[in-house]
């Protein structure tokens, strides 16, 4: 056991698979997943049966989006690591515990951005420029300038749900389709309203860590004002999008999104005074987006 300068007792470095594991869990796959998702979806939306599938540009496009995505959860986990340390469900992450040191952090975090730049360097400027704005959105902007200064911080750092479904449709095809912006727009503004009811159900843990989340510092009325503009404007990108698509499945994905999209309006009109019902609303924004890239997807095809 080694101990953190608060004096609490924490397990001592692993090894072997345990070790890997830590790294593993240190860069959040499920979240460098979901960016994986999005960019594929845009190349596909953007494809949109034209030509051959660019089953080459693809592969290239999510190694990069992986690598960056990866890359980023690491520079942030290393600037947020005083938060993660009194936050009662982040004071487990390998390293506030001490399962990963800083220099090992910080090695990771080179070695993945810069791979990453590497491979997107690959997808043309358009998506380089694209997937280099995401990673500075999110590190930069987000992380280390707005997160703990302004509850404003994700409404400035949401377009990095947008910029690798860009990225993606660049890689394939350029200028992109007005489907294409409207998709992106979709997760750009998805990244807003989940990350708002996350910081719902754990406002204990942001006020704990002093972090100025919206649902901190806004009164019920005005955080419900501000949910229900983003997921209207949620619901009506991705609708737009699909009818922009068009396609035999147009009319099924589009009754499919639009029934998701009042679902999730309707939550966000009474989730800000009611709290517990938080959870399962992260759960059905969460099955939003996969539904959203789905039914886009099931369009292009």
Known sequence: MVELASGA?????STGWARS?????????HIDLTFVAVAVAGA???????GPFPLSQVLVLAGSVALLS?????????RDRDLDAVMPRTQRRPLVSGRISVPEALLLAVVLTGLGLALAALLGPVALAFLTFALLSNVVVYSLLTKRATPWSIVLGSVVGALPLWAGAAAV????AAADWMLGGTVGVWILVHIWVIALRYRDDYAVGAVPMAPLVWSPRWLRVGLLAS????????????????????????ALVGAFSAAILVGSAVVPTRPRLASPLIHLITTYLLVVLGAAVACAL
């Open 44 to 50: 596909v939306v953007s494809w949109h049966r034209s």
């Open 231 to 254: 997921a209207a404007g949620m619901g009506g990108l991705a609708v737009g999008s699909m009818l922009s698509l068009g396609g035999p499945a147009m009319p099924e994905a589009a």
């Open 9 to 13: 007792a924490v397990p001592a470095r």
């Open 70 to 78: 990866a890359g980023a959860e690491c520079w942030t986990n290393i």
């Open 21 to 29: 594991a830590d790294f593993l869990t240190f860069v959040k796959p």
């Open 173 to 176: 095809r350029e200028p992109l």
